[in-house]
């Protein structure tokens, strides 16, 4: 996950709109957030811990001036959730400073910092700096470091060298003083999208952020394509040949519903999806109801399809983020109890299906189906609008260890009575797919199948804290300096 947003716009407050921006895209990710900023002679990066509406203020955005900024908000994959691991990162250069936000989540971090260590006279520019006590765990930091190494090379040059290397998931917003660049995998996994302003460009993770500031949608930025952006105008370049193979997650669940994915709106393929689930699970039951607010457009379908009336069982507390990206099991039980509330009225003495998204662990929807019996329901029939989640993602979202998916141990029997439905059904793969309406074979959907497009290296080369547990993190010359 996490939102990425950037911004080229000379006699625009770009700061404000990173902000909008960044608040449009705060379901993303919700641990950190951050915005760099450059006047052309300076990179100044504001970040801290928490939303975007806590990290910033009028003032603190009043001090951030420039033509060209950047933003992003956290969800940690590879890092733990720290400031030190707060975006966007920011490395000094020979001739000046870089600062770049990252979504996604990369698979050869290892071999990307051994490349930061080979650097040797990489140190030499290093003495110019103050070295903080504390290092950047992060994947993203070890990019900046290496893109920051440009002796002798434009950015632009640097980045179409080192891209086609940095292998994973990833949509980079990066900037130097005067330039804002864009670049996105070559699998195109985490979307991203070029806008317009009337007086200049933007690029965002999903259109919502541009409809929110006021730009129009250009296009989506092409699976391995770097976009640059400055004085000089707009040039795209492609550092790699694309196989295009987008997150399928994007459609069930991790963009908003306003967005366009691949061309195709999100509300209304997670409509399709219910409306499928409809077809593929059909159940006698008095009213169909949301886990909201991801399970609210296919739940419509699923009633619409059904011909049974759809109203809302649960109240939803919006101001509680979603409950599998806080980062430890405490906090995410805690998230399940301050998330929902029954609506007793609407449930007691009915036969309910109750429509979600994706089940992960089953913590929450054994929660939510007994919070719906203590209410009353006489029924509770579970319909999950993608298939089991079998496989951890290595591409930028932390769902759990193999080990903690229900679906990994269980069978579909088994998960309805640990989680203690009446009956449970997941869409298909194929209906799944088939509602997000892209072409065959251009979706990731390894969680589901254990089928990875990007080839993975060995265990050694995963996890969220290897930059933590290895001996590198003392030696690491990567620093985040706002
Ligand atoms: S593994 Fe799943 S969540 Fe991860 S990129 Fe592929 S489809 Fe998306």
């Known amino acids: ?137 992060n994947d993203t930091s070890v990019v900046t470091s290496l893109l920051a190494h440009h002796a002798g090379q434009t950015v632009e040059d640097r980045a179409v060298e080192l891209l086609p290397r940095v292998h994973g998931a990833y949509s980079f917003v990066f900037m130097d003083e005067n330039t804002l660049y864009a670049a996105r995998d070559p699998q195109g996994i985490r979307p991203l999208v070029l806008g317009r302003l009337d007086r200049g460009w933007v690029v965002a993770s999903e259109d919502a ?52 994915v691949g061309g195709r709106n999100v509300h209304e393929a997670r409509v399709e999806m219910g409306r499928r689930l409809a077809r593929e699970f059909p159940v006698d039951a008095d009213l169909v109801m949301p886990v909201p607010e991801s399970g609210t457009p296919a739940a419509t379908g699923y009633a619409e399809e059904s011909g049974i009336p759809f109203g809302q069982g649960f109240v939803k507390n919006s101001y509680v983020g979603r409950t599998f990206i806080q980062p430890s099991q405490t906090l995410r039980q805690l998230g399940i109890r301050l998330k929902l509330n029954a609506l007793e009225h609407m449930i007691r003495g009915r036969r309910i299906v109750v429509v979600d998204d994706s089940i992960v662990r089953g913590n929450t929807q054994r929660a939510q189906v007994r919070m719906l019996r203590e209410a009353g329901a006489t029924e509770v029939h579970v319909r999950i609008s993608s298939p089991p989640v079998k496989w951890p993602c290595f591409y930028g979202i932390d769902f759990a260890t193999r080990a903690e998916l229900i679906a990994n141990g269980l069978d579909i029997e088994e998960i309805r009575s640990s989680i203690g439905a009446d009956s449970l059904g997941y869409i298909s793969l194929e209906g799944m797919i088939e509602s997000t309406g892209q072409p065959t074979g251009s979706l990731c959907a390894a969680c589901f199948t254990g089928d990875y497009p990007i080839p993975l290296p060995d265990e050694s080369q995963l996890g969220k804290h290897l930059l933590e547990t290895s001996l590198r993190t003392d030696t690491l010359p990567v620093f985040n300096n706002p």
């Open 209 to 260: 952020a541009l409809a929110t500031i006021g730009a129009s949608v250009v296009r989506e930025i092409e699976p391995g394509e770097l976009i640059v952006i400055n004085e000089d105008g707009l040039r795209s370049r492609h550092f790699a040949p694309s196989v295009v193979k987008s997150c399928v997650f994007e459609y069930v669940y991790l963009a908003r519903p306003d967005a366009t």
């Open 1 to 137: 996950m996490c939102g990425v947003f950037g911004v080229w716009a000379p006699g625009e407050d770009v700061a404000k709109l990173t902000y909008f921006g960044l608040y449009a895209l705060q379901h993303r990710g919700q641990e950190s957030a951050g915005i760099a900023v450059s006047n052309g002679r300076q990179i100044l990066v504001y970040k801290d811990m928490g939303l975007v509406s806590q990290v910033f203020d009028e003032s603190t955005l009043e001090s951030l001036k420039g033509h060209v900024a950047i933003g992003h908000s956290r969800y940690s994959t590879t890092g733990a959730s720290t400031w030190h691991n707060a975006q966007p990162t920011f490395h000094p250069t020979v001739d000046g400073s870089i600062a770049l936000a990252h979504n996604g989540n990369l698979i050869n971090t290892g071999d990307l910092a051994k490349m930061v260590d080979d650097l040797g006279e990489f140190e030499g520019q290093l003495e110019l700096h103050v070295k903080l006590p504390s290092v950047s765990t």
